[in-house]
């Protein structure tokens, strides 16, 4: 079992930035984050594996969000640059041990985190 931790969400003013961080308790092949707005069905939003591999983005947030990770600290990052009124959201971070045909869906994970608060005031 993979206990994973957020951290780095907050208020900020439309235009600004934020990074999330996931800390996962032991090794995973790919990692996610996905975000959840009041009244709407939890989206995608990035993703990668920890090892190789060219990270994907929902149209929503490219050019804006990029995702890295640390694999020393088993740690992934999301960092979020002219945030939007509309990129509001709880944000949950995710993680699988397995090899999937995608990861941007959220079925592809077995372990997810306790979300953190993303408000973005315009």
């Known amino acids: 079992q993979v206990q994973l931790v957020e951290s780095g969400g907050g208020l900020v003013q439309a235009g600004g930035s934020l990074r999330l961080s996931c800390a996962a308790s032991?090794?995973?092949?790919?990692m996610g984050w996905f975000r959840q707005a009041p009244g709407k069905e939890r989206e995608f939003v990035a993703a990668?594996?920890?090892?190789?591999?060219?990270?994907d983005y929902a149209d929503s947030v490219k050019g804006r969000f990029t995702i890295s990770r640390d694999n020393a600290k088993n740690t992934v990052y999301l960092q979020m640059n002219s945030l939007k009124p509309e990129d509001t959201a709880d944000y949950y971070c995710?993680?699988?041990?397995?090899?999937?045909?995608?990861?941007?869906?959220?079925?592809?994970?077995?372990?997810w985190g306790q979300g953190t608060q993303v408000t973005v005031s315009s």
């Open positions: 990668g594996r920890m090892i190789l591999g060219r990270p």
């Open positions: 032991g090794r995973t092949f790919a």
């Open positions: 995710a993680a699988t041990s397995n090899v999937r045909g995608t990861y941007t869906s959220a079925a592809s994970y077995d372990y």
